[in-house]
């Protein structure tokens, strides 16, 4: 199976900040990776697929990028509504496999 | 809009099993697979498997081999996941979730899961 690490675990920001989240794969996956938001109590929600295609209706704050095995999220102006975890998950090869998470908190 | 809507919160003892439902609605439930997420409190998450709905075909997480089932109905756009001889580290909000991947073609490979039930917490306690 594909392991995939989230960097950092977590991380405390300020409402206005740039944050960037890491994620990496123990193997070559080209562009098949996506990335959820999940808030306390809800089900994850897709927020970028393909590494970098914004899902329909994501605010365009959010931008993702990366290739091969390193991958980020960038929220370019942190809202309060971004306060969440968020998870990458890999989708070239079964078992789709998930990262650990980074959780945002307000600072 | 295209909607997963979950049923309420299980309670099981250890060794029983439980039944776990997700009803479709806003597309045609056989045109795209579904999958079986789950999340153990605190925890991150776990894919457990997928069902075809338009023929029924599944796939399970290796994990999870000999003690699940998905299953569908497609009268009622439902599908369903069955877990047998729950233990304590079952203790999980299950979610289902679609696959963008049209459920014409063999999947291979999971695309994304959009959108996710709203998860069903399944308690594993004596």
């Known amino acids: 199976d594909i392991q995939m690490a989230q960097s950092p675990s977590s991380l405390s920001a300020s409402v206005g900040d740039r944050v960037t989240i890491t994620c990496r794969a123990s193997?070559?996956?080209?562009?098949?990776l996506n990335w959820y938001q999940q808030k306390p109590g809800k089900a994850p929600k897709l927020l970028v697929y393909a590494a970098s295609t914004l899902q329909s209706g994501v605010p365009s704050g959010f931008s993702g990028g990366g290739s091969g095995t390193d991958f980020t999220l960038t929220i370019r102006s942190l809202q309060p509504e971004d306060f969440a975890t968020y998870y990458c998950q890999q989708s070239y090869s079964t078992p789709p496999t998930f990262g650990g998470g980074t959780k945002v908190e307000i600072k | 809009q295209v909607q997963l809507v979950q049923s309420g919160a299980e309670v099981k003892e250890p060794g029983a099993s439980v039944k776990v439902p997700c009803k479709a609605s806003g597309y045609t439930f056989t045109d795209y697979y579904l999958h079986w997420i789950r999340q153990a409190p605190g925890e991150g998450l776990e894919w457990v498997g997928w069902i075809n709905p338009k023929n029924g075909g599944t796939n399970y997480a290796q994990n999870f081999q000999g003690r699940v089932s998905m299953t569908r109905d497609t009268s009622s756009s439902t599908a369903y996941l069955e877990l047998s001889g729950l233990r304590s580290d079952d203790t999980a909000i299950y979610y289902c979730?679609?696959?963008?991947?049209?459920?014409?073609?063999?999947?291979?490979?999971?695309?994304?899961?959009?959108?996710w039930g709203q998860g069903t917490l399944v308690t594993v306690s004596s």
């Open positions: 193997q070559n996956i080209r562009t098949y």
């Open positions: 979730a679609r696959d963008s991947f049209k459920a014409a073609v063999t999947l291979i490979v999971p695309e994304r899961f959009d959108p």
